[in-house]
């Protein structure tokens, strides 16, 4: 499901031509620090000078989760008063040549422009949510159905920002009529070509429907198990066509699933045991790569070049203990480290046994 969320939102920004001229202007600013030890040291100088703070500033909209963009979008906001600041001092540094003083010139009326701010404003509110949401579906713990309620959730929170902006894109509009944000000065630029707001929310909504398709079959089955979605008063035969085919479909004993779902009917603030199969089943099933991807980022952290010629089942058995095993604070040693003494070398013995010597060598040892 992450993954189709990265794909709902590409969608989106491929849709929406202004939103590519904000990745353009972010995918610049990344470049200009990352790319620069002078250009960062200068905007550290430019943050202590308007009392801001600074964070990483990265790619936006990009292959990288959408946590990684709003990240991005982030420290662009936190760092907004410091980047104008050192705009403003790079373009009137005489050691910089013509053609560099002209390019910070044209960041500087980029950051002094209210629709950029609100651009910034909109992006933030909405990657937020998203970013929320990305987190939330790679959680050890999230199932099909809670899963299935946090996307349908999240759309109705950014169908809700069509008719009342978000926190920050708010915050943006007062220092647009303002025309003041902190100690940046605001003007309007006509170059420029404003997000519509709307237009991209919609776009949103429009491709995460499509790329996170709701009208699955196991998911209709599967939502029986959640108490909310019953009528008000529910048959007691409520339910009965989606616990069969879910039975079918992971080889449980039907009679028993369906005495459980009776059960549950009857009381449903308690989790009946002959349902608990069922349930089990469903929190088995993934909601996305995220765990995967985990176990290949442990691996590379087990695995290095310092360690290339260690076994398969080496390998594994860190890959276990990583994953599964104990935090440090609850692991007792003492009986491993006992273990370990009683059938291996300590450091002190030596590598090898020596040899007994012969007493019958002794006179050809004197010649010698």
């Known amino acids: ?73 982030k420290a662009v906001w936190r760092s907004y008063e410091a980047l104008n600041r050192h705009f403003e001092n790079a373009a009137g540094d005489q050691t910089r040549n013509g053609k560099e003083r002209q390019t910070y010139r044209g960041l500087a009326r980029r950051m002094q422009s209210k629709e950029f ?48 902006p978000g926190e920050k894109l708010e915050e943006a509009l007062k220092a647009q009529a303002l025309g003041q944000f902190g100690s940046v000065s605001l003007e309007s630029n006509a170059k420029l070509m404003p997000i519509n707001t709307k237009q991209f929310l919609q776009s949103l909504i429009n491709n995460m429907e499509k790329r996170l398709s709701f009208k699955d079959e196991i998911l209709h089955d599967l939502s029986i198990l959640d108490s909310s979605t019953w009528p008000s008063t529910p048959g007691i035969r409520h339910g009965e066509s989606q616990v069969k085919p879910l039975c079918r479909r992971f080889n449980l004993c039907q009679e028993q699933a369906v005495n459980g779902m009776r ?40 695995y290095t070049d310092q360690r290339s010629r260690m076994l398969l089942s080496s390998v594994s058995n860190l890959m276990m203990i990583s994953i599964n095993g104990p935090p440090v604070s609850l692991f007792e040693p003492s009986k491993y480290v006992s273990t370990w003494l009683r059938s291996h070398r300590s450091a002190t013995q030596a590598r090898r046994q020596s040899t007994p010597q012969m007493p019958e060598y002794k006179q050809i040892w004197k010649v010698l």
């Open 117 to 164: 701010l609100c651009d910034l404003g909109l992006m933030y509110d909405a990657l937020s949510e998203l970013s929320n949401l990305s987190q939330q579906l790679q959680a050890h713990s999230i199932t099909l159905l809670r899963a299935e309620q946090l996307l349908k959730r999240t759309i109705r929170v950014l169908a809700s920002f069509k008719d009342s």
């Open 1 to 73: 499901m992450n993954h189709r969320l990265e794909l709902a939102v590409n969608d989106a920004v491929d849709e929406v031509q202004a939103v590519n001229h904000f990745k353009v202007f972010m995918d610049k600013l990344h470049n200009l620090y990352s790319q620069s030890n002078k250009n960062s040291r200068e905007l550290m100088e430019a943050a202590q000078e308007v009392g801001s703070q600074v964070l990483k500033i990265g790619r936006v909209l990009n292959t990288r989760w959408v946590a990684s963009s709003f990240r991005s979008v």
């Open 263 to 302: 059960d549950f009917i009857e009381h449903p603030e308690s989790e009946p045991e002959c349902l608990k199969p069922l349930i089990h089943c469903m929190q088995t099933i993934p909601c996305s790569t995220a765990e995967c991807e985990r176990g290949f980022s442990l691996m590379n952290i087990v």
